[in-house]
């Protein structure tokens, strides 16, 4: 098939709307539902995402896409017992790939809401039954195994979208962007993120551990498939904190830290004993638990709306109390897609945890960077690539 028509284009008022081959056949065939044009941008970007995972790694990985950028991706290591519960999955059975898929959509639950997913490898059915469970919007995978196309299948009444690929497929090195009537040419950025990126550590603690290093390189890879400007926090092999498309670099480094530190607090025992409503969705738990990390806690929760999601009133968790937790944070990687200007940006990350940084570097100020690296003995490696995507 050379050609694929879409339910519709960014908008609704945007059609006609398809995917083609100017050459040769499409990779993808849709397997249920009719997926649209943001639908196939979060797809295509994804399963880059999680196929370089896999290349770099060796382990099976996945990624929760929204809106052309990931709000979580992860390896497919096991979860603590803490991490189950934080992801809702303690109950059910998990493989490696279903625990990538669990991390990734931990990672940031709100912002997950309505994703699209991509797997590395063929979808098993414990995987499929974590993602039965989840608003999402659908799913791109090299194969499904029988048993989860059929789980799969039943939702959203039959219309989720299930796309396959073929992991074979290599693109052109060139690719075309069309903007305004404009056409746009370039080089496809397939340049491999190694472990060899992260050799030149220019700050006084030289030191990077295994971990560190597979941590770095997944904040690497996946900034490298986030709208620019991007940062990333990482930890555990998995992506805790994304910074998507914003103007100032700055700006990148706080939301990407505000969310890594909300990953934190979901661990706080406070937050684990929370009681909910009987029958409440994992939707609305994940809105509460927003609204109970946030500062204005008891102001936003009012007595109707306690009511009707808590089981018992929960004990506030105060500013001093996240201080103090987050204070014990440690060991967070961090990744940018281009150099950080000024070391306020290390000031904030060490605020969130972070021992170890990787980022292109250039920077006229970039002994100032350092030195502030230096003043927290966090280790920082540059890699000489800028990431930018768009």
């Known amino acids: 098939m050379k050609e694929l028509e879409l339910k519709y284009g960014c908008n609704p008022n945007q059609k006609p709307a398809k995917i083609f081959m100017q050459q040769g056949e499409l990779p993808v065939t849709v397997l249920c539902g009719r997926p649209g044009y943001i639908n196939f941008l979060d ?43 934080i992801c809702f999955v303690e109950e059910m059975e998990l493989t490696p790939l279903a625990s990538a898929y669990a991390r990734a959509r931990g990672a940031d639950r709100m912002s997950s809401f ?44 039959g219309a989720y979208n299930i796309v396959a690929i073929d992991p074979a497929y290599c693109p052109a090195p060139i690719e075309h962007k069309d903007v305004f009537g404009v056409t746009f040419e370039q080089g496809r950025n397939n340049l491999a993120i190694t472990g ?7 700050t006084k603690n030289k ?14 890879i996946t900034l490298k498939y986030t709208q620019s400007n991007s940062v990333c926090y990482a930890k555990d092999g998995q992506a805790i904190g994304i910074g998507a498309g914003q103007q ?35 939707a609305n738990r ?14 936003v929760l009012g007595d109707d709306v306690w009511q009707n999601t808590f089981a018992v009133r929960p004990e506030p968790l105060t500013r001093e109390e996240k201080k103090a937790y987050l204070a014990d944070v440690t060991g967070v990687a961090l990744g940018s897609d281009a150099f950080f200007p000024f070391g306020d940006n290390i000031e904030r990350a060490h605020r969130s945890g972070v021992t170890c940084i990787v980022q292109p570097g250039g920077s006229i100020r970039d002994d100032n960077v350092i030195e502030t690296c230096d003043k927290y003995g966090i ?10 995507h768009h």
């Open 43 to 85: 797809a295509l970007n994804a399963w880059q995402l999680v196929k370089e995972l896999k290349e770099t790694t060796g382990l099976p990985a996945a990624a929760s896409f929204k809106h052309v950028s990931p709000a979580g991706a992860a390896l497919g290591l096991p979860l603590s017992d803490t991490m189950k519960k």
């Open 196 to 202: 060899e990126m992260l050799r030149q550590v220019v």
């Open 248 to 282: 100032s670099r700055i700006h990148c480094t706080r939301l990407a830290g505000s969310k890594a530190d909300i990953w934190h607090l979901r661990q706080h025992p406070k937050v684990l004993a929370l009681q909910f409503k009987e029958g409440l969705g994992r």
């Open 114 to 157: 309505g994703d699209w997913i991509a797997l590395s490898d063929e979808c098993d059915e414990a995987t499929a039954r974590i993602i039965a469970k989840e608003v999402s919007d659908g799913i791109i995978a090299p194969g499904y195994s029988e048993a989860a196309l059929a789980v799969l299948k039943t939702k959203k009444k």
């Open 207 to 220: 030191t990077l551990t295994e971990e560190q290093r597979r941590d770095l390189l997944v904040a690497l």
């Open 286 to 299: 994940d809105n509460a638990i927003d609204v109970y990390l946030s500062d204005d806690y008891e102001d």
């Open 379 to 388: 280790a920082m490696a540059f890699c000489g690539l800028r990431l930018f």
